[in-house]
């Protein structure tokens, strides 16, 4: 009997750290034809939700939404300018928070598509870009000059700190991450997305990234 007593309270425990212990793990790849989230075709039905212009008491509600509107995706871009408003002063705090943002969006069961960029336009000032980049005697934006990457290199970091185990393939809900954002009609610099790349690898990006060229708005 004490045997038996012993064994459930083993299966218990066992079943309880699957559940809670350890998170769900998933592949998502591109197929020849589709995406494959768990080997099988997925089609993303995605909108916007730009975490800082919605107040963070609103995220939930706005994502219930978003899934009742037939969404299983939901799109944002990450501010660099929100982030470290002043130079080596990072801020993921109250509505900054776009790690919860992403969690919360688990909850809700959405998947999510991370754009980090460090230009997101988005109708912003300066594109998102920090204002103090343009009193760094020399710096460049969106170039291979030294200054630029090095202060690049370390918001990039800390993004990934914030997101990086909110992939897919770490058993978050994160599918895919963008590297850059429009450059296609800014500039041509291949060297220049290969170190983007590279930059989004070294701050933990290890699942799928992706280019997106924009149509021309002719």
Not at 101 to 108: G, L
Not at 136 to 164: D, F, H, P, T
Not at 171 to 192: C, F, R, T
Request: charged share 20%; with cysteine.
């Amino acid at each position: 009997m004490k045997n038996r007593i012993l064994l459930f309270l083993v299966l218990i425990v066992t079943i309880s750290v699957n559940i809670y212990g350890q998170p769900l793990q998933h592949s998502f790849t591109m197929g020849d034809e589709a995406f494959m989230l768990d080997g099988k075709p997925f089609q993303m039905i995605s909108g916007e939700m730009h975490y800082p212009r919605v107040p963070r008491e609103a995220w939930r509600a706005r994502m219930k939404m978003a899934k009742a509107m037939g969404l299983n995706t939901i799109g944002t871009y990450v501010f660099w300018n929100l982030h470290e408003p002043q130079k080596g002063h990072f801020d993921f705090s109250g509505n900054n928070d776009v790690a919860e943002f992403v969690k919360i969006a688990k909850e809700e069961g959405l998947w999510v598509i991370l754009r980090p960029s460090p230009y997101v336009c988005a109708e912003w000032e300066f594109g998102g870009y920090p204002y103090w980049l343009q009193n760094e005697k020399g710096l460049v934006v969106r170039s291979m000059e030294a200054q630029y990457i090095a202060e690049y290199r370390k918001y990039i970091n800390e993004v990934g700190k914030q997101l990086a185990p909110l992939q897919i393939n770490h058993g978050g809900n994160i599918l895919m991450v963008q590297i850059e954002n429009e450059y296609g009609s800014y500039g041509s610099d291949k060297a220049y997305l290969a170190l983007n790349q590279q930059l989004f690898k070294d701050a933990g990006f290890d699942g799928l990234l992706y280019y997106l060229r924009p149509r021309c708005r002719c």
